[in-house]
């Protein structure tokens, strides 16, 4: 299908339906929440009904977006299920979580998401890998219903859109990202204060934790990976949430030389969560999924049940075959 087929197709999908269940994947980042929040306004807009669902909580830093303190959670259940779902900035129906527990026998899906990995498990799939967020494939179907952002709207796709370009920085920042960008500062949307929200500001759980981190900074014998890992641990002893280790990993693929970053996040003995963040030179989505994860080529993550000392090396080899591929 052409995207303005696709676009049409949801369209059409919102316009026939009502009583939707909005969800995002799990441990939202912020285009994950923007993406709820923005589709709940949406079918505000056309008159719908919605309930808004995620499987963890709202990141404490995007409390100040539109009604996000209405985002039921796997500790406030809703009772009941769901016969019309919307999916958004899930790459694969396993990033639903437990939403799944609230969805119909029969249940209808629309699947929004903008991560290649995406197998497109929707009835309908609203799919562009070229978007650098999933509110900017909801901002062309907003434009698409003819609806006018206003400042709630723009706050939202503005978090997502800075949140997934790394504050307009990555090399997914286009033109029409900028362009995009452009419109929300006019529809209200306030730039300084969501850089500083955002980029800037951090918790003293967190500054202690990239302390703690930093003592435990690796690299390979060639310098082009860099890595170092956390444990459940290392959160109580320094206040730190998970929240508060997104853009750790950028610290090693920060260094100069270094290709690829791995951020270990020990979950529990036999559990490990891995992010992983590349310059460009290795598809770090490819090598996720042989561990069954997923995301984009120069962000990505998945999960090894296994413990640290085993899942370290294990990574480690399967990211420097690809490095060894790739040259």
Request: with cysteine.
């Amino acid at each position: 299908m052409t995207w303005s087929d696709q676009l049409q197709a949801a369209a059409e999908f919102l316009r026939e339906r009502d009583d939707f269940l909005v969800v995002a994947h799990v441990q939202p980042d912020g285009d994950a929440i923007s993406s709820t929040v923005a589709t709940a306004w949406l079918l505000g807009k056309l008159g719908k009904t919605y309930t808004m669902y995620n499987d963890g909580p709202v990141p404490s830093k995007l409390g100040y977006l539109w009604s996000s303190e209405s985002i039921a959670t796997a500790a406030s259940k809703p009772e009941r299920k769901f016969k019309n779902v919307i999916t958004v900035d899930c790459a694969d129906f396993g990033r639903c979580g437990t939403a799944t527990e609230l969805f119909e026998e029969g249940y209808e899906l629309l699947n929004v998401d903008h991560h290649p990995t995406n197998d497109g498990f929707g009835a309908v799939n609203l799919i562009d890998v070229h978007a650098a967020a999933t509110v900017e494939i909801l901002y062309d179907l907003i434009g698409l219903l003819k609806l006018v952002p206003d400042e709630a709207a723009a706050t939202a796709i503005y978090t997502g859109l800075m949140t997934d370009t790394g504050g307009f920085r990555y090399s997914n920042t286009s033109a029409k990202v900028m362009e995009i960008a452009s419109s929300l500062l006019r529809a209200g949307a306030n730039g300084p204060f969501l850089a500083e929200t955002l980029l800037e500001r951090m918790t003293m759980g967190q500054m202690r934790m990239i302390q703690k981190a930093l003592t435990r900074l690796e690299f390979s014998p060639d310098q082009r990976i860099g890595w170092l890992w956390v444990t459940g641990d290392d959160l109580s002893e320094t206040g730190a949430s998970n929240e508060d280790l997104e853009g750790l990993v950028n610290y090693p693929r920060n260094v100069e030389g270094v290709e690829v970053g791995i951020l270990f996040k020990q979950n529990a003995p036999d559990s490990v969560k891995i992010s992983l963040r590349s310059a460009g030179a290795v598809d770090v989505a490819a090598v996720a999924q042989q561990f069954g994860g997923g995301g984009h080529v120069r962000a990505a993550g998945c999960r090894v049940n296994a413990n640290l000392p085993e899942t370290i090396p294990l990574v480690i080899a399967a990211v420097q075959k690809a490095l060894d591929e790739a040259q």
